[in-house]
């Protein structure tokens, strides 16, 4: 609704392990890492998850680094 200009991005789960209690998640967007990392809380808190941690994949490259698109470990 906000994004003016350009390809817009995405959200995408790659991985959910349920006994560990993470996800990995894969963010192509043209917003700032710290961006994907508020939406990715504040979209667990949403649903009622309190207790979350959002780590960039330090594996990966990222945004932060000059890279298209950014992937996250997400504890819960």
Known sequence: MNH???EIGFYKLVEHNQEKRTLYMHCKN???CDFD???IISMARKFGTTTIKVERD???PSRKD????SY???SY
């Open 4 to 6: 003016r200009n350009g």
């Open 30 to 32: 043209p917003y700032p």
């Open 37 to 39: 990392r508020g939406i």
């Open 58 to 60: 330090a594996n990966k």
């Open 66 to 69: 000059g890279a298209d698109d």
């Open 72 to 74: 996250y470990i997400v």
